[in-house]
């Protein structure tokens, strides 16, 4: 059996969602397909299970991308405030966790059920689970071979995501797709994702697993004051997530800069106390975990009184303070990590639609691109935001 339309979106995930019903609600006759059981499974489980749906300060500096001005215009169209209006049109009680993080008050799920409502009033056709074999072009557009059957349609909107967390439906289809007609692909990393520490390092702070602390890490450009968590592979916590995006973008491995004092010249705190008969560990014993100044003091000989350490070791404690250089193995990938860095080269695609600029009618949009948001409701955003604007033009 073929069907025809006028819209096929691949993917039913946020940005899908997204973009199917902002054109079904134009008019557009829209088929969503989707090869995963449960609808919108990262949103179920985003942000513990309560989504953290957007961020009301996000702008294009909150985004990683080879070209940091592509998410621009689509952002700029459509704001955290268009879609907290409507969440509220849905009555869905939400709150500002955090550094403009918005999270429901209840459940994940009542955005998924809102997307749906939405893609239900635009009137979009619904397939899934659905697996899709082939997209090609037509004289008058693409044909799309799926499970149930041909779709012949004017545009194709490819929503399928990145590769985080294959459990749960992630494939590299948009890739794949994507190299099928000509476009480019940034390579792809896992972002957002716990670092990996060697077997000597975890020696001394693995058994730290639990422990956290506030932080600044430096890395690659990027500069984050959050907790710091350490596990018993490495680390993890909201300061090692953003860093990791950023230390996944460089070419060469260079370590994080951790400044464990933020907000401290520990220079000139050492030099206060200088004369003090405290130990280091003594002094900032309210502002790091006791397990935490013990395995540190130990591995920087940091034990004595600060008025016994020579001259030298005190410069070296005042520079190890306030930047402790940590040099990662690796990541935890990709069934870890929250999002996957690089994707479709976005020098292909229009910034204003999301359109192939040289295959006119095939859109990329969400996660599968090359822009990658900041932890704290930005990649939701972009979702929403490039959604909508692929659903506006096609
Ligand atoms: P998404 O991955 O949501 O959807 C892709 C869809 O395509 C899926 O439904 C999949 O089944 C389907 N698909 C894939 N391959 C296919 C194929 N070959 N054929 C058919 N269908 C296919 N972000 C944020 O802003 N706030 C948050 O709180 C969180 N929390 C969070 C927690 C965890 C654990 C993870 C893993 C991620 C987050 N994120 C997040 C990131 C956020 O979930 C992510 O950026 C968006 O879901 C991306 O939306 P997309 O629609 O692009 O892809």
């Known amino acids: 059996m073929t069907t025809s339309t006028d819209v096929a979106v691949i993917g039913a995930g946020a940005a899908g969602m997204m973009a199917a019903a902002t054109a079904g609600q134009r008019g557009r006759r829209v088929v969503l397909i989707d090869h995963y059981k449960d609808l919108g499974e990262k949103i179920r489980i985003s942000g513990g299970g309560r989504c953290n749906f957007t961020n009301i300060h996000a702008t294009h500096k909150d985004f990683l991308s080879r070209n940091p001005d592509f998410c621009r215009s ?15 049109q849905y009555r869905i009680a939400h709150h500002e966790k955090t550094l403009g993080q918005l999270f429901c008050d209840e459940s994940a799920k009542q955005i998924i059920a809102m997307l749906k409502a939405e893609c239900d009033e635009g009137r979009v056709t619904w397939m899934r689970p659905c697996g899709v074999s082939a997209v090609a072009k037509t004289a008058s557009g693409y044909r799309i071979d799926t499970e ?29 797709l994507a190299e099928q007609f000509g476009l480019a692909i940034v390579p792809p990393k896992p972002a957002l994702v716990p670092l990996a520490m060697d077997d000597k390092w ?27 968590l350490f596990t018993h592979r490495g680390l993890s916590g909201p300061a090692v997530l953003q ?17 464990l004092l933020p907000g401290t010249d520990a220079a000139a ?17 309210e502002r790091w975990p006791a397990r935490f100044i013990q395995a540190w ?16 070791k005190v410069e070296e404690l005042a520079r190890a303070l306030n930047d402790w250089k940590l040099q990662p193995t690796g990541t935890l990938g990709y069934n870890k990590a ?10 292909g695609l229009s910034s204003k639609t999301m359109e192939a600029r040289e295959v006119p009618g095939l859109y990329f949009i969400g996660e599968a691109v090359d822009v990658t948001g900041h932890l704290g409701g930005f ?8 959604g909508r604007a692929a659903g506006e033009a096609a």
């Open 379 to 386: 990649n939701f955003q972009w979702a929403w935001a490039s």
């Open 297 to 312: 003091c130990e591995e920087h000989e940091a034990t004595r009184p600060i008025v016994q350490l020579a001259e030298r």
């Open 338 to 347: 929250e999002v996957t860095l690089g994707g479709v080269d976005t020098r």
């Open 148 to 176: 149930q059957g041909a779709i012949e349609c004017a545009s194709v909107i490819v929503a399928t995501g990145g590769l985080t967390v294959p459990k749960i439906g992630a494939t590299p289809f948009a890739y794949k």
């Open 269 to 285: 705190f050492l030099a206060e106390n200088r004369r003090s008969p405290a130990t280091l560990g003594a002094l900032i014993a």
């Open 74 to 88: 689509a952002l700029a169209r459509y704001t955290p405030r268009h879609f907290v209006a409507l969440v509220d």
């Open 202 to 228: 975890l020696a001394r702070y693995g058994e730290l697993s639990g422990a956290s602390l506030e932080v600044e890490i430096t890395c690659g450009g990027g500069k984050f004051r959050e907790a710091m």
């Open 243 to 259: 860093a990791s995006s950023y230390w996944q973008m460089q070419e060469a491995r260079d370590p994080l800069h951790v400044n």
